[in-house]
């Protein structure tokens, strides 16, 4: 029975998409719910999953092609599969290797200069390009296999050199064999690789937003300075009984900071605004987005209503939230909208940054590294774990007055934690 493999419904955020993967080829058995198709959209991948056993038949759109919603992008074969014959061979004939290619291979100028260098042909070597076609690194590859033996019985002759690099052991007396890692001094000069990969949608799309931000908004950043030894303190207080008390669900500092920034924005409700045309629009909600890097880019999944949100509802939804990136596994609805975003670049040690905008939100707070430094207090010279605070913002709705004022509020706040549950 036949079965159309389409496109998933897209959100109407989300114009199109593009075929990223096709992890099954048709021929290939497949078992019930198995990945054979990864969509990549401008904000997230999406999986399609086989329907029943079988196999994919045909391939209608290939890896890179455009895809709109619900648009057919190949057919599936139900039916078990899982006895399917394997190629027969008769004693003594030669099995077909997946490395014996085609003399007609297409292959770039670079590998094909350098296959002849190599003393290689079109059907030596595997293409992995698109297409089949053979790249400099499949010449590369297939130019670092050992050699096969009856080459080697063609060529008793070889260099000292050659046999260095083949294994051989018998070299002159008074040779010295050339040693794996040391350079060539043979004249030749040794290949230097280059890769091009197209940009993801994601990546481009994430681009897109950047140039936007810093070309559209009157982005300005202030900056200041908070003293982490209270929340500290706290934490090590109260990590374990907190851990027990919540299911496991340990305390970070990332939810006094969601807690401290929606209290401030409460105060400030222009940090809380967005910009639409010429119209400002407050939202009576607070909806923080949270920076999350996967290996796909950066995403902002959003901790929605975040004022009803306790401490531990916030550390565990943003610890599903980042298992779930690098998994691929974010839906779209949960990356639209948002009020406000936090980004931390502390956890790979930046020490201060200016983080951009993220339309059409108006402010962002940037987290960093949390860094021991000499600090003036009461006269007293101490040295306290500080951390760098920057807010990044549009000028055109909030004033710098407002911007500092809101800076300092989750200062104070993080600098005595009471604050937060008492909202002084």
């Known amino acids: ?54 196999q994919v038949s045909e391939i209608i759109k290939n890896e890179g092609d455009i895809v709109l919603s619900q648009e057919l992008i190949g057919y599936f074969v139900e ?25 007609d291979t297409p292959m770039s ?47 008793p002759a070889s260099t000292a050199a050659e046999e260095s690099s083949t294994g051989a052991e018998h070299s002159m007396p008074g040779m010295i064999p050339q040693m794996t890692g040391m350079p060539d001094f043979s004249g030749q000069q040794a290949p230097r690789s280059e890769k091009r990969v197209p940009m993801t949608r994601l990546r481009k799309r994430i681009a ?31 990590k374990d009984q907190f851990e027990k008390a919540h299911n ?22 222009e940090v809380n605004a967005s910009l639409d045309v010429d119209d400002v629009v407050y939202h009576g909600y607070y909806d923080i987005g949270v920076a999350v ?28 939230f980042s298992e779930r990136a690098q998994a691929g596994q974010l839906g779209i609805d949960e990356m639209l909208g948002g009020t406000f975003t936090i980004t931390n670049g502390g956890v790979f040690g930046s020490l201060m940054s200016t983080p951009i905008l993220n339309p059409p939100q108006t402010a962002i707070l940037g987290m960093h590294k949390i860094q021991e430094r000499p600090m003036a207090v009461n006269g007293e010279v101490k040295i306290l774990p500080m951390m760098y605070l920057a807010l990044s913002y549009d000028h055109r709705l909030i004033d710098g007055k407002e911007a500092v004022q809101f800076l300092v509020a989750i200062k104070d706040m993080l600098e005595d934690p009471a604050r937060i549950l008492l909202e002084l």
């Open 79 to 103: 039916g078990d599969v899982s006895v399917a014959e394997e190629p027969s061979t008769s004693e003594g004939a030669a099995v077909s290797s997946p490395a014996a290619g085609n003399p």
């Open 293 to 320: 890097s996967s290996d796909r880019g950066l995403v902002v999944p959003i901790l929605r209503d975040t004022d009803q949100m306790s401490l531990a509802g916030v550390e565990s939804t943003i610890r599903n």
């Open 208 to 238: 897109e937003r950047l140039l936007d931000a810093k070309n559209n908004t009157a982005m300005l950043t202030t900056f200041n300075e908070v003293n982490m030894l209270p929340i500290m303190e706290l934490r090590k207080k109260y």
């Open 109 to 155: 100028p670079a590998a094909r200069k350098l296959a002849e260098e190599n003393n290689l042909t079109a059907e030596d070597i595997v293409g992995t390009g698109k297409g089949g076609r053979i790249t400099k690194e499949d010449v590369l590859k297939k130019a670092g296999e050992p050699a096969e033996a009856p080459r080697a019985a063609q060529a």
């Open 1 to 54: 029975m036949s079965i159309e493999i389409k496109a998933p419904q897209f959100p109407e955020s989300v114009a199109d998409g593009t075929v990223a993967t096709w992890h099954k080829q048709p021929g290939e058995s497949v078992s019930r719910d198995e990945l054979i198709v990864d969509i990549e959209t401008d904000k997230v991948v999406l999986e399609i999953v086989a329907p029943a056993d079988g």
């Open 248 to 269: 496991g669900t340990r305390l970070g500092f990332m939810s006094f900071f969601v807690k401290a920034a929606t209290e401030a924005l409460r105060r400030h409700p």
